[in-house]
């Protein structure tokens, strides 16, 4: 018989997120094998808006029962909300689905996004760039802008 029931779980504290806008923030859930069996995970996938997954994410492995991985996240805010999606997780018992939140905020600099403009081929596109400084006693330098 094969095993029912999901097998991986987020351990507390894992599944909600709250992140400035525009500033990337790494998270690093845990997964804990829940079940009372080994199970083999080959992979991680993420669709959502504020948060993804870094490259090799989840190397294959077997948890024990009882034994955790952490699943690096970059999460990157593009825009003010929250966000309820599911961290997916492959297993050799089928693909476990693991519920996160992601909420962003206002960015505590006043940065925001630099919003996508449709530019026809041959033309130039130069956006003004605005920096906000919330210390009003010290200044900034500008090194280099590209």
């Not at 094969?2 to 599944?15: F, N």
């Not at 080959?42 to 997954?53: K, N, P, R």
């Not at 024990?64 to 966000?83: D, H, K, N, S, Y």
């Given at each position: 018989?094969?095993?029912?029931?999901?097998?991986l779980?987020?351990?507390?504290?894992?599944?909600?997120?709250?992140?400035?806008?525009?500033?990337p923030?790494?998270?690093?859930?845990?997964?804990?094998?829940a079940?009372?069996?080994?199970?083999?995970?080959?992979?991680?996938?993420?669709?959502?808006?504020?948060?993804?997954?870094?490259?090799?994410?989840?190397?294959?492995?077997?948890?024990?029962?009882?034994?955790?991985?952490?699943?690096?996240?970059?999460?990157?805010?593009?825009m003010?909300?929250?966000?309820?999606?599911?961290?997916?997780l492959?297993?050799?018992?089928?693909?476990?689905?693991?519920?996160?939140?992601?909420?962003?905020?206002?960015?505590?600099?006043?940065?925001?996004?630099?919003?996508?403009?449709?530019?026809?081929?041959?033309?130039?596109?130069?956006?003004?760039?605005v920096l906000?400084?919330?210390?009003?006693?010290?200044?900034?330098?500008?090194?280099?802008?590209?």
């Amino acid at each position: 018989l094969r095993p029912t029931g999901p097998a991986l779980a987020l351990v507390p504290g894992g599944d909600r997120w709250h992140v400035p806008l525009v500033m990337p923030l790494p998270g690093f859930p845990a997964v804990e094998n829940a079940s009372p069996d080994p199970v083999r995970v080959t992979g991680a996938s993420l669709q959502a808006l504020h948060a993804h997954l870094t490259d090799g994410a989840v190397p294959p492995t077997t948890l024990q029962p009882g034994e955790r991985i952490t699943v690096p996240i970059l999460f990157l805010a593009l825009m003010l909300g929250c966000e309820d999606f599911h961290l997916e997780l492959q297993t050799d018992r089928g693909v476990e689905r693991l519920p996160m939140r992601a909420c962003a905020y206002p960015n505590p600099f006043g940065v925001v996004p630099v919003p996508a403009p449709r530019v026809q081929v041959g033309q130039a596109y130069a956006p003004d760039i605005v920096l906000h400084n919330p210390s009003l006693t010290k200044g900034f330098k500008v090194h280099r802008v590209a």
